[in-house]
């Protein structure tokens, strides 16, 4: 029998998710879940939003359950996948420790991922010191459940890499093979993200600009007749620009039906399809694509108990390996001074 290949994916809980983190990640985490091909383990990267928002502890609590059920609203599957807290697994602290000590400060500042990240937050002289290291937390959370497979954004393969190369270093080191070294798993070219319903780049908790999993009917369809399409198109009768025209964009991304959307493109762009109509065509595929999620979501909402419970025994069993992997660590360096009394 061929040995499962384990997956290593998260999020961080400063919030609800929305359809951005359904098409770039968690859509596809539940069809990799469901071939069975995979041993996976989803991590709620609570320690890890707590770099940078150790002030506002309320917010991580309260978003960590929200991001809980959100998953289980898309279809992941306890019975199929680990989903586990980060701040529950002593080990990964310990790891990201022994790891720090094989990374300088001066590779740290040239990741690209966390220069980007430094830029955006406007943290200036005031960056603190667990976000700046992330990229070595992010390497004990890989290696303590010796993933070799871990789907991310584009965006993310800086970070991937330096855990590749803290895998090396600390392998070659030690001189023992206790680390496993990760390759990344992308989103389908295009589909890693989509812009925000005013046309940014980027769709964002931060922005206020995003169609969350959890929003009901009424919210999405004022969300959706609110977007941005073409300042151009002023009259109906007026042709229309697709390139850059987020309802546009949307369809070809939810659309199951992609030949009436080139239908409408070509409608569009020649004049004769006013905005509203393809709006209103555009929150019918949107409704119909969130509505069981959203139905599963509110199952799961009546219980939280059993949602914390969820949490708890995969969090349990995540434990219990990390711990291996982390006395694995410990041999390799020779601090097991004890183990032979």
């Known amino acids: 029998m061929t040995e499962k290949k384990v997956i290593l994916t998260g999020d961080r ?23 069975g091909d995979y041993e996976t383990f989803i991590m709620i990267a609570d320690m890890q939003a707590l770099t940078d928002n150790a002030r506002d502890p309320e917010k991580i609590r309260n978003s960590l359950i929200q991001v809980a059920l959100d998953y289980l609203a898309v279809g992941l599957d306890p019975a199929k996948s680990t989903m586990f807290v980060q701040s529950q697994i002593p080990a990964l602290s310990e790891l990201t420790q022994h790891y720090m000590n094989l990374v300088s400060v001066a590779r740290l500042e040239r990741n690209p991922t966390v220069k980007t990240e430094i830029k955006q937050k406007s943290f200036g002289q005031s960056i603190p010191a667990g976000f700046f290291t992330y990229p070595v937390s992010q390497a004990a959370d890989i290696t303590a459940f010796k993933a070799d497979t871990v789907p991310v954004g584009d ?4 970070m991937l ?14 001189q023992k093979d206790v680390l496993v070294e990760p390759e990344g798993y992308f989103p389908p070219k295009g589909m890693g993200r989509i812009p925000g319903l005013d046309g940014n780049a980027k769709m964002s908790k931060s922005l206020g600009n995003a169609i969350y999993l959890a929003d009901d009917e009424d919210t999405i369809q004022k969300k959706v007749m609110s977007m941005y399409t ?16 987020t309802v546009f964009t949307y369809l070809d991304i939810f659309d199951p039906d ?13 004049g004769g399809l006013g905005d509203v109509k ?12 969130l509505r069981p999620i959203r139905e599963r979501r509110e199952k799961f909402a009546a219980d939280i108990p059993g949602v914390y419970q ?32």
């Open 155 to 158: 965006d993310q393969e800086p």
């Open 161 to 174: 890499e330096q855990t590749r190369e803290i895998v090396r270093s600390f392998n070659s080191i030690y």
């Open 310 to 341: 969820i949490l708890k025994n995969g969090s349990d069993k995540a434990n219990q390996i990390a711990e291996q992997t982390l006395k694995e660590v410990r041999d390799a360096i020779g601090i097991n001074y004890f183990d032979k009394f």
């Open 13 to 35: 809980p400063t919030g609800k998710l929305h359809i951005g983190h359904y098409v770039g990640s968690l859509k596809n985490r539940v069809e990799l879940q469901n071939t």
């Open 230 to 245: 073409d300042p151009q198109h002023i009259r109906v009768e007026d042709p229309g620009h697709i390139e850059g025209n």
């Open 278 to 289: 393809i709006k209103r065509y555009l929150n019918e595929v949107l409704q119909n694509e």
């Open 258 to 270: 992609q030949q009436k959307v080139q239908e409408l493109k070509e409608q569009y762009q020649a």
